[in-house]
């Protein structure tokens, strides 16, 4: 990383690239902070040398008084916030925040749209740090330190502060667990027409029409047919795009009577979609065409391998409105909700083409398909 020296949140802190120059400091630092699972003077000599991890370092009043270190893996998409320590001489000075907030910065400039962390779950004081900072649990290791102690997961999407994400598109979360593509479908309706107000009943009477009939081992999501012949009907001018023909999502069941019905209820949506002169395109809408889309005002309902957003291999709808430089602007269904089932914020991401680009596969077969949206009546 370039040396650059950036002032944050006070005056007196500095936040730069660390430098070999700064090895005995990192490491009385870290003897400082840490009693166990110490980062060895070997290692920081490792780490301030290579291409795949970026320490910085604050230095409060000219002292070394913090650091953070991070970890890339080429192609990954996501960093690792692997170590992280404060001098307790500033406490209270929130150099851990600013750190914190270089550390993200440093991944995004990489081009990865998450950061991820352990933490040991008896340290309160980080745990509240990354809460306050949004970072979400996602997992545990059991005994994962040298003292046994077991460490909590966290991870947190990453996005630049844009104009385009201030003013995004209305957002829509789904409330049940099978119903990201009726979300996806009520944001492109409000989207295209700015009266749209949907009633309670509106996100599952758009799944009756575009089910599949069933998915896993439980309700049906919505396959591209069935998505761009309900929009179709509500007055939109969709056309698909996908790597394979069809029909889609039938290795999701085991039942042979329920792959022969999702069956029939795509071939359905497929002879539907002739008579409504929906275009269907069998190759994948790859980047350069999206963003063409986007640049004639269209926007995209995207399948995503639902692993990458909800935690679960399923196949999961996202609705993606622009871009900006690398960035894909799109918003996804799967909100955290409150004790209401209301979305606490709205799930709205930049992410980076290179990661939005893997995580549009899905499946053994690697199925890509994106329905391509624009305005029809309410243009």
């Not at 990383?1 to 020296?5: N, P, R």
């Not at 998409?77 to 500033?90: C, K």
């Not at 029939?264 to 359905?268: G, K, W």
């Given at each position: 990383?370039?040396?650059?020296?950036t002032?944050?949140?006070?005056?007196?802190?500095?936040?730069?690239?660390?430098?070999?120059?700064?090895?005995?400091?990192?490491?009385?630092?870290?003897?400082?902070?840490?009693?166990?699972?110490?980062?060895?003077?070997?290692?920081?000599?490792?780490?301030?040398?290579?291409?795949?991890?970026?320490?910085?370092?604050?230095?409060?009043?000219?002292?070394?008084?913090?650091?953070?270190?991070?970890?890339?893996?080429?192609?990954?998409?996501?960093?690792?916030?692997?170590?992280?320590?404060?001098?307790?001489?500033?406490?209270?000075?929130?150099?851990?925040?600013?750190?914190?907030?270089?550390?993200?910065?440093?991944?995004?400039?990489?081009?990865?749209?998450?950061?991820?962390?352990?933490?040991?779950?008896?340290?309160?004081?980080?745990i509240?740090?990354?809460l306050?900072?949004?970072?979400?649990?996602?997992?545990?290791?059991?005994?994962?330190?040298?003292?046994?102690?077991?460490?909590?997961?966290?991870?947190?999407?990453?996005?630049?502060?844009l104009?385009?994400?201030?003013?995004?598109?209305?957002?829509?979360?789904?409330?049940?667990?099978?119903?990201?593509?009726?979300?996806?479908?009520?944001?492109?309706?409000?989207?295209?027409?700015?009266?749209?107000?949907?009633?309670?009943?509106c996100?599952?009477?758009?799944?009756?029409?575009?089910?599949?009939?069933?998915?896993?081992?439980?309700?049906g999501?919505?396959?591209?047919?069935?998505?761009?012949?309900?929009?179709?009907?509500?007055?939109?001018?969709?056309?698909?795009?996908?790597?394979?023909?069809?029909?889609?999502?039938?290795?999701?069941?085991?039942?042979?009577?329920?792959?022969?019905?999702?069956r029939?209820?795509?071939?359905?949506f497929?002879?539907?979609?002739?008579a409504?002169?929906?275009?269907?395109?069998?190759?994948?809408?790859?980047?350069s065409?999206?963003?063409?889309?986007?640049?004639?005002?269209?926007?995209?309902?995207?399948?995503?391998?639902?692993?990458?957003?909800?935690?679960?291999?399923?196949?999961?709808?996202?609705?993606?409105?622009?871009?900006?430089?690398h960035?894909?602007?799109?918003?996804?269904?799967?909100?955290?909700?409150?004790?209401?089932?209301?979305?606490?914020?709205?799930?709205?991401?930049?992410?980076?083409?290179?990661?939005?680009?893997?995580?549009?596969?899905?499946?053994?077969?690697?199925?890509?398909?994106?329905?391509?949206?624009?305005?029809?009546?309410?243009?």
């Open positions: 990383m370039q040396k650059a020296v002032p944050h949140s006070a005056p007196q802190t500095v936040v730069r690239a660390g430098e070999p120059a700064d090895l005995d400091s990192l490491l009385a630092l870290e003897q400082a902070v840490f009693s166990s699972d110490r980062v060895s003077r070997r290692s920081f000599r490792r780490f301030l040398a290579s291409p795949n991890a970026a320490v910085m370092v604050a230095e409060v009043d000219g002292t070394l008084a913090g650091y953070v270190l991070v970890l890339f893996r080429k192609g990954a998409g996501v960093g690792r916030l692997y170590s992280i320590a404060v001098s307790a001489h500033v406490a209270g000075r929130r150099v851990g925040a600013t750190l914190l907030k270089a550390a993200e910065q440093a991944t995004m400039e990489r081009g990865a749209g998450r950061l991820r962390l352990e933490v040991h779950e008896a340290n309160d004081p980080a509240a740090l990354y306050k900072a949004g970072y979400r649990q996602f997992g545990r290791h059991a005994h994962y330190y040298e003292d046994k102690g077991h460490a909590l997961r966290f991870e947190k999407r990453l996005a630049p502060d104009h385009a994400l201030r003013d995004a598109p209305p957002y829509f979360h789904q409330t049940t667990e099978f119903t990201c593509g009726p979300a996806c479908m009520m944001m492109a309706l409000a989207w295209a027409n700015p009266t749209f107000r949907p009633n309670p009943g996100e599952l009477k758009l799944w009756r029409e575009a089910t599949t009939i069933f998915m896993t081992s439980g309700p999501g919505c396959d591209p047919v069935g998505v761009a012949v309900t929009l179709k009907r509500h007055g939109l001018d969709p056309e698909i795009h996908t790597s394979q023909a069809g029909p889609y999502f039938l290795d999701t069941v085991r039942s042979d009577d329920k792959r022969r019905v999702m029939l209820a795509q071939d359905e497929r002879r539907e979609a002739e409504l002169k929906i275009p269907i395109h069998l190759a994948p809408l790859g980047e065409a999206l963003i063409e889309a986007f640049a004639t005002g269209a926007v995209a309902i995207v399948l995503v391998s639902g692993y990458r957003m909800v935690r679960r291999n399923v196949p999961h709808w996202i609705f993606a409105f622009g871009r900006h430089g960035w894909i602007l799109a918003h996804d269904p799967a909100a955290t909700r409150d004790e209401h089932g209301h979305a606490k914020v709205a799930e709205t991401y930049a992410i980076p083409s290179s990661e939005f680009d893997r995580m549009t596969r899905f499946g053994r077969d690697g199925l890509r398909a994106a329905i391509l949206i624009r305005k029809g009546r309410f243009q």
